[in-house]
């Protein structure tokens, strides 16, 4: 089955500092990518939506200047979360499509960030 | 915009027990529903789906749902459930501006 991989699967960062996350599909090419955030015990809310060689398309009430997102390849796309704040403490979730008539998405593992 | 609303916060069940959770979704056209699971700790995988054809979906590890167009339902089912189901499931709605949109979830915890 296709699989997609995050990297790092945990990060501690300090207030003020920027920290990466990668989102990897590893055996298909993902013209979209989806990042994902989730609160303890609750539901998974849609950040934003990377095309790949495109700027990404944020959902309303997320700072594009915050997060910063770049899907540089079909296989690749990054989350930098800048100027963290302990309220950004989040788990961090990223999904691949491998096509636009494909409606399955296929999850990472997410990204516990916690920031101190 | 559509939406999806999952009523059962957290169902403790006893092994063998059967399941329902219910899932609701708002109308918005062609609808392509979702059930994924999250176990404790991994991430997020697909239950089954549902885009045309029958409404009764099977998918895996025994678990079924049924799309019931006039109750705008999609409610998952398992006739006996293991202490291995425990875990988290999310209901979920491919949107007509191609996002998958999710519920809030339902907790499930088994009894041994």
């Known amino acids: 089955g296709a699989v997609v991989s995050q990297h790092p699967s945990r990060v501690i960062c300090k207030s003020g500092t920027s920290v990466k996350i990668e989102c990897r599909s590893l055996?298909?090419?993902?013209?979209?990518m989806f990042w994902y955030r989730q609160f303890p015990k609750k539901s998974l809310m849609l950040m934003a939506t990377?095309?790949?060689?495109?700027?990404?398309?944020?959902e309303q009430g997320v700072e594009k200047d915050k997060f910063l997102i770049n899907h540089a390849s079909l296989t690749l796309s990054t989350l930098t979360v800048t100027s963290a704040h302990p309220e950004d403490s989040s788990f961090y979730i990223c999904?691949?499509?491998?096509?636009?008539?494909?409606?399955?998405?296929?999850f990472g593992p997410g990204t516990r960030l916690t920031v101190t | 915009a559509q939406s999806v609303s999952q009523h059962n916060h957290h169902v403790i069940l006893s092994e063998a027990a059967s399941l329902e959770l219910g899932c609701n979704y708002s109308?918005?056209?062609?609808?392509?529903l979702f059930w994924y699971v999250q176990y404790p700790g991994q991430h997020l995988q697909l239950l089954l789906k549902?885009?045309?054809?029958?409404?009764l979906v099977k998918g895996i590890k025994g678990f079924e749902a049924e799309f019931i167009k006039s109750k705008f339902s999609f409610n998952l089912r398992k006739p006996s459930v293991q202490w291995s189901d425990t875990a988290e499931y999310f209901c979920?709605?491919?949107?007509?501006?191609?996002?998958?949109?999710f519920g809030s979830g339902t907790r499930l915890s088994i009894r041994p």
């Open positions: 999904s691949a499509r491998p096509g636009q008539e494909n409606y399955e998405q296929y």
């Open positions: 055996d298909f090419q993902a013209t979209t």
């Open positions: 990377s095309n790949e060689g495109s700027k990404a398309t944020y």
């Open positions: 109308y918005g056209g062609t609808v392509n």
């Open positions: 549902y885009f045309s054809g029958d409404p």
């Open positions: 979920a709605v491919y949107s007509s501006a191609s996002k998958i949109i």
